[in-house]
Nanobody
Framework: QVQLVESGGGLVQAGGSLRLSCATS????????MGWFRQAPGKEREFVAT????????LYADSVKGRFTISRDNAKKTVYLQMNSLKPEDTAVYYC????????????????WGQGTQVTVSS
């Protein structure tokens, strides 16, 4: 079992930056791949980024590639999402998720989810 708590969301102007954090509990953080997903009103939850157990392999959705960076600190049991050059279309609730299966890395089928944090980008 792992619990996840996101923080760092807020309101920002287009072109600005935010850094999301996801703190986890439990003793086996480095047994999980960690992902970020987002869900805008009226839309399905979509993949944003994921990172493998050691932090050596990040994957991104095409829509955020070059603007967002996922990272993890296994000692702090925390995963981060640095979001730069934000656009209004990035507005959504952002969710942190954990899973043990790299085969599910890009899918919204992770075992564990946080409660989400709102990101709003104004034009």
């Amino acid at each position: 079992q792992v619990q996840l708590v996101e923080s760092g969301g807020g309101l920002v102007q287009a072109g600005g930056s935010l850094r999301l954090s996801c703190a986890t509990s439990g003793r086996t953080f480095n047994s999980y791949i960690m992902g970020w997903f987002r869900q805008a009103p009226g839309k399905e939850r979509e993949f944003v980024a994921t990172i493998d157990w050691s932090g050596g392999i990040p994957l991104y959705a095409d829509s955020v590639k070059g603007r967002f960076t996922i990272s993890r600190d296994n000692a702090k049991k925390t995963v981060y999402l640095q979001m730069n050059s934000l656009k209004p279309e990035d507005t959504a609730v952002y969710y942190c998720a954990a899973d043990s299966d790299w085969g599910r890395a890009r899918t919204p089928k992770y075992d564990y989810w946080g409660q989400g944090t709102q990101v709003t980008v104004s034009s």
